[in-house]
């Protein structure tokens, strides 16, 4: 299994940016975006299900989109993020949980400047 993110970067208060993250290798019932800021703990920020069902945590909604599609032996999970504020700024990693594992990839840095 391989989950592999990108789409990190810089950008200004109120940007947007959109995560990527291919996970190969298996078929996986529970996807997610994580993220985790210097001296915190990581905290979840999006989930969704095979069925397409989604939670996300109060401080995103209204601003941040998951979503996840299929395509042949891989699964594509993205996070689209609006309206960004300097609060976001974190190292964002994706997981994806299938029977028997669950899998985290090598993150990615969202930084956003005021």
């Known amino acids: 299994v391989q989950l592999v993110e990108s789409g990190g970067g810089l950008v200004q208060a109120g940007g947007s940016l959109r995560l990527s993250c291919a996970a190969s290798?298996?078929?996986?019932?529970?996807m997610g975006w994580y993220r985790q800021a210097p001296g915190k703990q990581r905290e979840l920020v999006a989930g969704?299900?095979?069925?397409?069902?989604?939670?996300?945590a109060d401080s995103v909604k209204g601003r941040f989109t998951i979503s996840r599609e299929s395509a042949e032996n891989t699964e594509y999970l993205y996070l689209q993020m609006n309206s960004l504020k300097p609060e976001d700024t974190a190292v964002y990693y994706c997981?994806?949980?299938?029977?028997?594992?669950?899998?985290w990839g090598q993150g990615t840095q969202v930084t956003v400047s005021s």
């Open positions: 997981r994806a949980q299938n029977r028997w594992y669950d899998y």
């Open positions: 290798g298996s078929s996986f019932h529970t």
């Open positions: 969704i299900n095979s069925g397409g069902t989604t939670n996300s």
